[in-house]
């Protein structure tokens, strides 16, 4: 069973910094696409950041060039570095992993995160 356990949320000033990190397994990390989602009250949820098996990025316009997406295929992990943020980057952040033989998507619980102005 695919599991995925985020951890790194909180609250934080406007221009802060702020590291969420995603613990996967019960499947072959290293293989599989993963990604950073967020939500916000009201709106859909989006996507943020995507790494690919081997390491290719690509981000939301109006987070580049403030947040890093990583993975570590020793660890099974995949991180999301966060700077200079903003007031419009609260949401509840979730982490995903694309099967890559099926396509299903697993998510993690989500952890939030507040960023006050």
């Known amino acids: 069973q695919v599991q995925l356990v985020e951890s790194g949320g909180g609250l934080v000033q406007a221009g802060g910094s702020l590291r969420l990190s995603c613990a996967a397994s019960?499947?072959?990390?290293?293989?599989?696409?993963m990604a950073w989602y967020r939500q916000a009250p009201g709106k859909q949820r989006e996507l943020v950041a995507r790494?690919?098996?081997?390491?290719?990025?690509n981000y939301l316009d109006s987070v580049k060039g403030r947040f890093t997406i990583s993975r570590d295929n020793a660890k099974n992990t995949l991180d999301l570095q966060m700077n200079s943020l903003k007031s419009e980057d609260t949401a509840v952040y979730y982490c995903?992993?694309?099967?890559?033989?099926?396509?299903?998507?697993?998510w993690g619980q989500g952890t939030q995160v507040t960023v006050s102005s």
């Open positions: 790494c690919t098996a081997g390491g290719g990025t």
């Open positions: 019960g499947t072959s990390f290293s293989i599989n696409p």
């Open positions: 995903n992993l694309k099967r890559l033989w099926d396509g299903t998507d697993y």
